[in-house]
Each structure stands twice: as C-alpha cells, then as structure tokens.
C-alpha cells in the first residue's frame, strides 16, 4: 500500500511539475514580447519580470525613478538619530514588487557581477549586510524603471500589460 500511495504521489509531482513548465513558457513569450530589456537585466527571470510588469500596469504613470521606488518600497525614509544621519528599511509599498527585486538583487550577489561588486563596496564602505542590500535593491529598481520605460516606448500597440493574464486551468 504505501508503494502505490508513494507512486501515485511521485506521478502527481511529475504532472503538476509538466504543468508549471508549460504556465512558465507561456509566461516566458508573453514577457519577452512585453519587456525584452527587463529579462536582459542580469538575476530578472520570467518569474519576477512578470510580477514587476503585472504590478507596475505601465512604468508611464510614475513622474520619476523616485516615484517608482516609493511605489515599490525602495525609496529610504530617513531617521535622525542624535547627530547622526541614517535611512531605515521603508515597510510600505508593493511588497510583490519589492520581493521581486529583492530576488534580483540576492541573485546578482550570489553570481557576482556588478550586484556584487556594487554590494561589496558598500560593506567596505561601512554598511551593514542589509544596508548594502536595501542599497542595491534600490539600485536594481532604478534600472527596473528605465527598462519599463524603454520596453513600453518599444512595445507593439496591439499587446498591453493586461495581456499577462495567463489562466490556470489549461
């Protein structure tokens, strides 16, 4: 009996597992025809692109980088400690958004590169792990927005963000 449970729960994973493979292609073509610079920046998978085009419905509507980061929870909000000058992590925001380019920003460290290079100057700098992170992220979001830009200047007339609507039942 627990052979057949366990063979029919190994089957279901392979299924489910072929399922996703085929949700994420789709995902992937639907991305690519929206935003090829977005999948272009180093640690961006179809994944977070998708999440970031979803969410942002249009990079346009932001007058600026900075309007874009506080949308997204990257922009600091600064705390005043005695004489000394500090930014603290900003908790609101879209945390979808946000998530994504904390991906990013985990995936350009861990393969080096410029996320890297850019992260290990800050510690040497002084800042902490997180900081140096919070930085980069804010860094990522900034370059996030200028490919939204560029990708939506270029886009085709006839696909729209709302064309991500990828239905679960297939």
Excluded at 116 to 144: N, W
Aim: glycine share 6%; hydrophobic share 45%.
């Amino acid at each position: 009996m627990v052979v057949e449970i366990a063979r029919d729960l190994v089957s279901e994973c392979r299924r489910l597992t072929e399922h996703i493979n085929a949700l994420e292609a789709r995902l992937r073509k639907l991305v690519e025809t929206l935003a090829p610079s977005l999948l272009a920046i180093p640690g961006c998978g179809v994944i977070s692109a998708a999440v970031i085009i979803g969410e942002t419905a249009g990079a346009a509507r932001f007058k600026s980088k900075d309007a874009f980061a506080h949308f997204n929870g990257t922009a600091p909000i600064p705390v005043w400690s005695s004489n000394k000058v500090r930014v603290r992590l900003n908790r609101g925001g879209n945390r979808s958004i946000n998530h994504a380019l904390h991906m990013i920003a985990v995936t350009q460290v861990r393969r080096g590169g410029q996320g890297a290079e850019y992260f290990a100057k800050q510690q040497a700098r002084g800042k902490t792990p997180k900081e140096a992170m919070r930085l980069l992220r804010r860094r990522i979001s900034d370059r996030v927005f200028r490919a939204l830009l560029a990708d939506q200047t270029a886009a085709p007339p006839d696909v729209a963000p709302t064309d991500l609507v990828v239905p679960l039942a297939a």
